[in-house]
C-alpha cells in the first residue's frame, strides 16, 4: 500500500489532482451512489438552472461498464502519462502556465461541447494535452503497438484512429487535436514562429497562486511575454533533453 501511495504522491500535482478526480467520480457513479445524470453536459440544466458544476464534472466524469471500461482504461492512462510529461517537461517550474493551458483548453471544449451537445468532455481535454505534448516533442520517436515506430508528431492521430477502434467516437478525439492545435498555434507558432502578436497570456493571478519555481524549462515553451532574456538564460545554464525515445505502452 505504501508503494501506491508513494507512487501517487510521485505525480506532479495538477496532473495528480486531475488524475484522482477523474478516478473517483466515475468509480462513484459506478458504485450508484451519484447519479450519472447530474454530471453530464446538458446547456439547457447549466443556463435555465444554474447547474454550473455540470461543465466541470461532465470533463471527470465518464461511464464505466463492459462496453467502455477499456476506453476508460486507455484514456485514464493517456492522461497520466501526457499530462505528467507535460508538466514535468515543457512547463516544468510552471505551473501557473501548465494551469492555464489546462483552463484554455477545458474552456474551449466546454464551449465546443455546448454547441455540438457533447455530453462528456474527458476524452477532448486528454487529447488536447497529448496533441500539446506531440508538438514540443514532434521528432521523438514513440513505439505503439506490435513494435510501430514513428514521430510523436502523428501520435494525436494515430491515438484517434485507435480510440475510434476501441469505441471512442471520432468527434471527441478530434475536437481535442483541435483545441490543442489552437492552443500551441496562439501561445507559441503564431508569436514565436510567424512574429505575429502574442494572444494569450497566463492571467497574473494564476502566478500569485502558482509561482514559478528555479529549475524549470529555459526559454523554448515559454510563452513569449515571459520568455527571459539572453544574459539570464546564460546564467541558469539550464538545458532539457527533448530527443528521447520512448515506448508508449510500457512505461
Known sequence: MSDIEDWFRSIPFITRTWFAGS????????????????????PELVFKRLHIWRPLTATLYFPITPQTGF????????????STRLETGAFDGRPADYLFMLLF???????????????????????????????????????????TRFKAHYLPWVILVFN?????????????????????FLMY?????????????????????FPNRRGGVSGFGVPPSRRPGAQEQAQDGE?????????????
Not at 478516478?23 to 458504485?31: V, Y
Not at 455546448?114 to 496533441?131: A, D, E, G, K, T
Not at 475510434?164 to 500551441?184: D, R
Not at 533533453?241 to 520512448?246: I, M, T
Open 23 to 42: 478516478i473517483a467520480l466515475p468509480l462513484l457513479g459506478k458504485l450508484g451512489l451519484i447519479n450519472f445524470g447530474h454530471l453530464i453536459l446538458v
Open 71 to 82: 476506453l476508460y482504461l486507455v484514456n485514464l492512462y493517456l492522461l497520466y502519462h501526457y
Open 105 to 147: 483548453n477545458w474552456i474551449c471544449i466546454v464551449i465546443t461541447g455546448m454547441l455540438m451537445n457533447m455530453q462528456l468532455l474527458m476524452i477532448p481535454l486528454i487529447m488536447s494535452v497529448l496533441y500539446v505534448w506531440a508538438q514540443f516533442n514532434k521528432d521523438t520517436i514513440v513505439s505503439f503497438w506490435f513494435g
Open 164 to 184: 475510434y477502434i476501441i469505441g471512442g467516437s471520432l468527434i471527441n478525439e478530434l475536437t481535442g487535436n483541435l483545441v490543442g492545435h489552437l492552443y500551441f
Open 189 to 209: 507558432k503564431y508569436p514565436m514562429d510567424l512574429g505575429g502578436r502574442s494572444f494569450l497570456s497566463t492571467p497574473e493571478f494564476l502566478y500569485r497562486f
Open 239 to 251: 538545458r532539457h533533453n527533448w530527443g528521447r525515445g520512448f515506448r508508449l505502452w510500457d512505461e
